[in-house]
């Protein structure tokens, strides 16, 4: 990594900006790069915490003989990455910080002063563990990262430290080992020192679980670059098998006690309010129910070429009111989905095999109805090599073959993180590329356990990046805040989203999630000014609305926006 002068730099403080801090759990590594990138391409300061699975990762200077051991040995992935420095470890029980921060100008040329920089990630460690309780943590005088036994004769390495600055913004950032397997640092030379131990603050004999430590190292870093205000929201700091729906935990069997596992997932985000089944909805909530020769005439139309709507699966409250329009969303892959998340009705049976002339028919139905605009949904294949991405993006060729006038919308899973599989559905250029990302990060795995806060805003972030017009929707009224709404806003906003769906949460069965709150129709107007002063440019937001309700008005106002 790069070389820092006897002579300490200055430590850097902040230029007065407000800090957003996201703890986003355990994310893959490229995830978490391409996030990173989306979100430093903006001028807010942000603070990103999270843990990754077991990744090698080897720097623009890195030396391949560094990497002494096969990554596959230890379960882990390699990735070259444009930071500066040689080859590093990251696992389960490191902490990752990624600051993506604008830093003072304060070297000759008008260029920030990056020796300063890395100092300062340094001071914000050695402050943190200092706070916890560990004594002895220190820089070491040409050596990046935070040591312990710094003058002994194998100094012990408790961080590494690796940055990069574009255009005054920063990248990357540090990693502080807490608890991580110390051994699998044995698979490489890190940081390609070799008179150097690595060491963590459980081998040092400070037990402290990674929450604790989040929170010293965030305390450290506002106090170092005080920032006018702080804005934190955190996905729950859990994760076990238990978490998972039963197709991800590789069953196929049914959803007993799946209630149960609901109701706890609620409780340990800290949601103790739930409306009763059977209390009687506000007027604002009741849905008229109109079934015109229009509904029926389409109805009939869908049963003829055998499709499915997300309209009927889903229990939609605006069926009549869409239907009566000649609109509808087709669903592709099928009627079964692999996720049983805690707030959708879709049938969670073991999904049956793909029906290669679903594309056509769904074209068929777009030519009948005339449909100026389409939208294409599907479920979760997580049993499918590409998530069905690839059906879906067949989906679009097909509609554009038959009625090339046609906006398409798509309506896509996270295709399991996958980029490969995604890049199947952003190669065909849809008109408007949605994903939801349901709800606020708090709520995440009660709602969506086998989703994730982090991986939803990468795959818009990558929606976005490829220069299509992108778009994500939220539920509410499952226990979240008005803080927590608008933080998500500012995160969609902030990855490159356009359109925003809000809507209400409407229990689908005694099993599902409970309401836990009505927002007012006026809280829905707050929500829409809220996001789009963030610089959203069209939020659709009312009690009814769903991620494809008024889809060509809403596309049509984002691009005149």
């Known amino acids: 990594m790069t070389d820092l002068a006897a002579d300490a730099p200055a430590l850097l403080s902040g230029t007065g900006a407000p800090l957003r801090v996201r703890w986003l759990g355990r994310v893959p590594y490229m995830e978490a790069w391409d996030l990173q990138r989306a979100l430093a391409a903006g001028t807010e300061d942000r603070l990103l915490l999270l843990e990754h699975p077991p990744t090698f990762t080897l720097g623009r200077s890195a030396e391949p003989s560094h990497v002494v051991g096969d990554p596959a040995d230890v379960g882990a992935t390699l990735v070259h990455v444009d930071r500066g420095g040689d080859v590093t470890y990251h696992g389960p029980g490191q902490l990752v910080a990624y600051p993506l921060v604008t830093l003072p100008t304060s070297v000759p040329g008008g260029l920030p002063d990056t020796r300063a920089w890395v100092a300062t990630l340094e001071q914000v460690v050695v402050d943190a563990v200092?706070?916890?309780?560990?004594?002895?943590?220190?820089?070491?005088a040409g050596y990046p990262g935070v040591w312990l036994?710094?003058?002994?004769?194998?100094?012990?390495?408790?961080?590494?430290?690796?940055?990069?600055?574009?255009r005054g913004r920063t990248l990357h950032g540090f990693a502080?080992?807490?608890d991580p397997e110390l051994a699998h640092f044995g698979q490489i030379v890190p940081c390609g020192i070799t008179d150097a131990g690595v060491t963590s603050l459980a081998a040092e004999g400070l037990d402290v679980d990674l929450q604790v430590v989040a929170d010293a190292v965030v305390d450290a870093f506002t106090a170092r670059w005080a920032p006018v205000s702080v804005e934190r929201a955190d996905v729950v700091w859990r994760l076990?098998?238990?978490?998972?729906?039963?197709?991800?935990?590789?069953?196929?069997?049914?959803?007993?006690?799946?209630?149960?596992?609901?109701?706890?997932?609620?409780?340990?985000?800290?949601?103790t309010e739930q409306v009763e089944l059977s209390a009687r909805k506000p007027e604002w909530m009741r849905a008229p129910v109109r079934h015109h020769a229009e509904v029926l005439g389409l109805r009939s139309t869908l049963r003829e070429l055998d499709l499915v709507t997300v309209c009927e699966e889903a229990g939609c409250p605006n069926l009549s009111e869409c239907w009566s329009d000649g609109t509808a969303t087709f669903m592709v892959n099928g009627e079964?989905?692999?996720r049983a998340c805690g707030f959708c009705l879709v049938d969670t049976r073991k999904p049956e095999a793909q029906d290669a002339g679903e594309p056509d028919r769904v074209a068929e139905a777009v030519v009948r109805m005339d449909l100026e605009h389409a939208v294409v949904t599907t479920v979760a294949r997580d049993d499918l090599p590409d998530g069905g991405a690839g059906l879906v993006a067949r989906t679009v060729e097909a509609i554009r073959a038959r009625r090339p006038g046609t906006a398409v919308e798509v309506l896509i899973s996270d295709c399991a993180g996958d980029a490969a599989s995604l890049q199947l559905v952003l190669d065909v250029r849809p008109d408007v590329v949605n994903h939801n990302i349901e709800t606020v990060p708090r709520l995440q795995r009660a709602a969506?356990?086998?989703?994730?806060?982090?991986?939803?805003?990468?795959?818009?972030?990558?929606?976005?990046?490829?220069?299509?017009?992108?778009?994500?929707?939220?539920?509410v009224g499952m226990g979240e805040t008005k803080d927590e709404i608008a933080a998500t806003l500012a995160d969609l906003a902030a990855v490159g989203v356009s359109i925003v769906t809000v809507g209400q949460y409407l229990r689908p069965?005694?099993?599902?999630?409970?309401?836990?709150?009505w927002w007012t129709p006026q809280d829905f107007e707050e929500f829409a000014r809220v996001g789009e002063s963030l610089g959203i440019a069209h939020v659709e937001s009312s009690p009814f609305t769903r991620s494809s309700y008024h889809a060509r008005s809403s596309a049509e106002a984002a691009k005149g926006a």
């Not at 200092?130 to 070491?140: N, P, S």
């Not at 197709?247 to 985000?269: H, I, K, P, Y």
């Not at 069965?509 to 709150?517: E, G, K, R, S, W």
């Open 130 to 140: 200092t706070a916890l309780g560990l004594a002895g943590a220190a820089r070491r």
């Open 149 to 166: 036994d710094v003058d002994g004769a194998r100094p012990r390495k408790l961080a590494a430290v690796g940055v990069r600055i574009e």
């Open 336 to 338: 079964r989905c692999t």
């Open 509 to 517: 069965t005694a099993a599902h999630l409970p309401v836990a709150n």
């Open 448 to 475: 969506r356990p086998s989703a994730g806060y982090a991986r939803s805003l990468t795959v818009l972030a990558r929606s976005a990046a490829a220069g299509l017009t992108t778009k994500s929707g939220l539920v």
């Open 176 to 178: 502080l080992n807490v």
């Open 240 to 271: 076990s098998p238990d978490d998972l729906t039963p197709f991800s935990r590789g069953e196929r069997g049914g959803s007993a006690g799946t209630s149960v596992r609901l109701q706890g997932r609620l409780a340990q985000a800290g949601v």
